[in-house]
DNA sequence: CTGAAAGCGCTAACAG
DNA sequence: CTGTTAGCGCTTTCAG
């Protein structure tokens, strides 16, 4: 593999030079430039990207970790990732986690042997140690979908109050009473908050807030799953139920199915997320939307802007949500009206 | 940032003997050893892969080109491969080509550049030079979902003739006459084969091949719909549909209810993949599985491999598909009762 | 078992 | 405008 002493030589001038052209530093002399780009074809050249790194230049290289790139969230959201990163000039390295401490510890570890120029961060569980020592080695970072309180990081994610908030009064307006939320363990901050939105909209519309109603710790198709379970051995059922995001909500409809109970007409789900799935699950979901290629896209232009030095406008940037109408939510009405008469009205 | 030589010193020894150890290479004193190791814990020292790469070590970094991460099929295999990779102690670089041959050989230069040690390939198209550039650069690389018969590579992947003769042979054996194909372009091998196997089928079992009953150019959800509105123009319309993947059928069957049409009723469909979408769809699908996670690793194996210069068993490696049966194709014999008296029984 | 020294391929002053 | 030279942080003979 040629270096920058053979396009030298071929071009008969200095290595300087030559990489005066390779770094398109003024001052070459134009005709100079051409010998050396001739050269540079001819010998087929690759410009070694690791020996200008180990010279103080930048790798052009970012670490990615996420729980699980096979979740259709964080697949759309590395699509967004990557075509941004890759359009200022950027590679990015994945890393799946599945919210295992000890696997971001140690692709922390690799990707700051690596010198990477920045991370992005997907997967930091509350306290993240991962998270730390990022920090500490003064690496540039930004989280995305997740958000840090106590760490004072930049972060690009939805308001997940409003998502709860959303998907709730939704429910609520469409005459549900007893809504059900089934939603991941409470140490995740997104968790948290969207449970908070649940709450308010209860709260808000006065309706009666009830600890057996939010099931907890679910996680993808299978957390849905055992929440229904869960829901169906309570005497006061719920009507409705809030899911964390589209996979819980596919559990929930999957295994209401599987008890007899006709979604949306006996039990309606709204999920939170709009990724591809939930456009073709039987029935259609109902879902609060995230921008999550979009996501990908701005919390790349925050990393490229701190690798480059530049001060932030603000550190936590905070997209919209909106409510995507589909078939997994109806009004309660037509179930009443068939097996009790219809006391709601 | 510290480095060897302030581990050196801390040490009271050479440079050269903080790099065997850190090198794990044998003839050093365990007890200097130590010393060695508290002066690295005490400093924080992080390893430079990148000075360690431009000595001639490798930079354990290998690029992964596929279309679009953010289809759920490559996201799965993405992860196979991001798994093992990590488990062989390297990292990969996620490049998205959207099939277009400039992406590819943009991408395949900077990785060049980058001294990744091996390329994995998913994205390559007919004749593509992104391959032929990294042929020629003696980079390994391995083929994954896709071949190149005409370039002596090592391919992960099914048997795709088989995968189409499958679907269809399912589809006739349900009774169906008339049974068209929705498949990609046929410049990708993929296709061809799966076509291939469509032909197959239908002549062994005695049927009619018809011109008009293949759509080719189906890419995707949209790809499906465009099939279904071209075969509803026929005067013989089919009643069954074998998709290129589950995507295509997703777009069959969602283009086939617009149109009034039960799937599978009056209409059946069978896909190819078994992609995480492909049990939450309505109906959910039947389709033609590949094990998806797995080829990642395989193909992984086998690229790590060729870097460390073992020779290997075999140049193709040819994993099984499976049918895996749900709601989305039945017996024609409903509809035809219904609606004709049922001619064929 | 350990150290000195010569690179790996490139960048960046500093001279000219 | 161009060349000389000293590193970047590490690996690897070759001596001792």
Redesign the interface.
Known sequence: MPTIYDIAQRAGVSIATVSRVLNHSPGVKEETRQRVMAAIRDLNY??????A??TGKK?Y?LGFLLP?????FF??L??GV??RA?YHGF??????TDNKPHKEQAYV???????IDGLLFAAASAGSQALKQVQK?GLPVVLVAREATDMDLCSVLVDNVEAGYTATRHLIELGHRVIALATQSLTIKTSQDRRLGYLRALEEYGLAISDELQIFDCRGIEGGRRAVRQLLQLSKKPTAVVAFNDMVA?GII?EAKAAGLAVPEQLSVVGVDDT??AS?????LTTVAQPI?SMGHQAIDCLVNLINGENLPRKRIILDTHLVIRKSATSPAALCRRKTGGSTG
């Not at 690759?46 to 020996?51: E, L």
């Not at 570890?109 to 010198?115: G, N, P, Q, S, V």
């Open positions: 690759s410009h070694n990207a690791v020996a790194a180990l790798t290289t699980d790139i096979a979740n259709p697949a759309e590395a699509r990557e075509d890759n590679n990015v390295i994945i890393c799946n570890r690799l990707l700051l042997r690596k010198r080695s596919i999957a591809i799935i073709v699950t039987d029935p259609p290629y």
